[in-house]
């Protein structure tokens, strides 16, 4: 699978965590595959222009 594809579909799973999950910003990275919920969080930034946090807030 190319990277770009796996990251793709890695970020939809953590946009749906997101949305219907309580799960902290570490949990969410871990459970999706990421090191750290600092990389989780830049590749989301970079793909959604919205930190987690914010995506959280006004999807979920």
Known sequence: ?????????????VA???RTTKYGLQEVAEASG????????YCFLKAYSLRPEK?????G
């Open 16 to 18: 749906d965590l997101l």
């Open 55 to 59: 995506y959280r807030r006004t999807n």
């Open 34 to 41: 990421y090191r750290s919920a600092a990389q989780f969080s």
């Open 1 to 13: 699978m190319p990277d770009g594809l796996s990251t793709r579909i890695r970020l939809v799973h």
